[in-house]
């Protein structure tokens, strides 16, 4: 577990760590911000089209195998970035990337399924929520540090070193746990779930940062919702399919699934929004952005833990509907932001937003994943992995999307468009925009939370 976690943290902290380096490195390389945004946006897109076939790799492969394919990718593509030279080599490193974090994240849920008994699996989601949650939240901070003090390609040489601990480790204490069926390949299968979680993905992503009416957008929009209607039709014929969609027969793994949707696009559209409120609409560098949100990252990590063993105890019925209470209450307030808002008030709202995203998200995964039973574990490891791909992608799209459309609407109705002064105060109206529509996505998810209850091994309340 150690190992996993070691790498799979790693991997999700490379996920968002070079958000922050975007403006130096468009300076550096003499790229758009358009082509810039391909760094997070190929990341996503590689992790779109690998994890949904990674409940078929788990059924193909030891976990050693796996394990050591995903570490072997995770130290190339970070060696590779650390010494690019230019934009093409360090996108071609991010997929390298991409692809060993989309190998580690269902192998380390698959193996805490196999190897830690239902009635403590909270306390182990917790640690796993460590790496989903912590590292995208503190990768800024770090960054932010290592580009003031030294350069971009540090954010690599740092992750290096810790993924070749990961790496000696495993390969001295990893265990084959998992058991090699060998189902059938459907090549069909490969290509729909590509073009359909793939298309979407990328539709969403492009959106983000050219709009919705592009060309682009629609073509690749279209042709994902219409390959993952085959895709679905097809998995749900088969007798042994890619991805076995029966998972969604048990009603508290579809509640919790959605649970970690909602949580997901909640998440990362705050991540992304709240550094640009503070960067562009409040002045702040990079580095002390970074500072503000970082005791948020801590109490998120101190809480995940903490919320695993509440869940062994009590279960999730009344811990998932308050934590998104907290998370409504919060974005209501972070809707109201100003420039005058005071920074220790965005601190305080941030780090309880965390508690919140805390109290659902490692309480819902646990339930969700606990009422299926073994055969289905890699398959709905796959599918709860592949829907936080999505629901990032989605979350960050429409919010860009909504918050561009808030500074477009305010820009017009100013009498002095020159007037610099106008610039931050438009990015707030659509930072604000942006917050209303995570509040509405927050009911949502609190309506259907009154919903779950807890699952037994055996039974069901």
């Not at 869940?311 to 019925?317: A, L, S």
């Not at 919140?356 to 969700?368: D, K, L, Y």
Request: charged share 10%; proline share 5%; glycine share 10%.
């Amino acid at each position: 577990m150690i190992s996993l976690l070691l790498s799979g943290f790693i991997g999700m902290f490379n996920e968002t760590a070079l958000n922050v380096a975007l403006s130096d490195l468009i300076n550096l390389f003499h790229i758009s911000a358009a082509t810039a945004q391909w760094l997070t946006t190929g990341y996503l897109l590689t992790l779109g089209i690998l994890v949904p076939i990674s409940g078929l790799l788990l059924q193909w492969f030891s976990t050693r195998q796996l394990f050591m394919a995903s570490l072997i990718f995770s130290v190339l593509g970070t060696l590779v970035a650390a010494l690019a030279p230019g934009f093409e080599m360090l996108m071609t490193a991010r997929v390298i990337q991409a692809a060993g974090i989309a190998l580690m994240l269902p192998l380390m849920f698959n193996t805490v399924l196999i190897i830690i008994p239902a009635e403590k699996r909270g306390g182990a989601y917790g640690l796993i929520g460590l790496v989903l949650v912590v590292a995208p939240a503190i990768a800024p901070t770090i960054s932010g540090l290592l580009i003031d003090k030294l350069s971009w390609n540090w954010i690599f040489w740092l992750s290096l070193p810790i993924l070749v601990i990961a790496l000696l480790f495993g390969m001295r204490s990893m265990q084959n746990v998992s058991t090699i069926t060998k189902p059938k390949i459907d090549i069909f299968s490969l290509v729909i779930s590509t073009l359909g979680f793939g298309g979407i993905v990328f539709a969403f992503s492009s959106a983000g940062e050219g709009g919705w009416g592009t060309t682009k957008v629609v073509i690749s929009m279209i042709v994902g919702i219409l390959a993952l209607i085959i895709f679905v039709g097809r998995q749900l014929r088969m007798k042994q399919p890619m991805m076995d969609l029966r998972a969604f027969k048990h009603p508290m793994f579809t509640v919790g699934t959605l649970m970690i949707f909602i949580t997901m696009m909640v998440m990362l559209s705050a991540m992304l929004v709240l550094p640009m409120y503070l960067i562009r609409g409040l002045g702040l560098s990079a580095f002390t952005a970074g500072l503000v949100m970082l005791p948020g990252g801590i109490i998120n990590a101190i809480m995940l833990p903490i919320m695993g063993r509440v869940f062994d105890k009590f279960g999730p019925k009344w811990v998932v509907p308050s934590g998104l209470i907290i998370i409504t209450v919060v974005l209501w307030f972070l809707s109201g932001i100003s420039t005058a808002t005071a920074l220790a008030l965005i601190i305080v709202l941030h780090s309880c937003l965390m508690i919140g995203i805390s109290m659902v998200w490692m309480p819902s995964q646990a339930n969700g994943l606990n009422q299926l039973p073994p055969e289905l574990y890699p398959h709905g490891s796959a599918i709860m992995n592949t829907l936080q791909q999505l629901a990032g992608a989605i979350g960050t799209a429409v919010a860009v999307s909504i918050m561009t459309a808030g500074m477009n609407s305010f820009m017009k109705d100013v009498a002095d468009k020159a007037d610099p002064a106008n610039g931050p105060l438009a990015l707030i109206a659509g930072i604000q925009n942006a917050f209303i529509f995570a509040i509405i996505v927050a009911i949502v998810g609190l309506f259907f939370a009154f919903f779950i209850k807890r699952v037994h091994v055996g039974k069901q309340e």
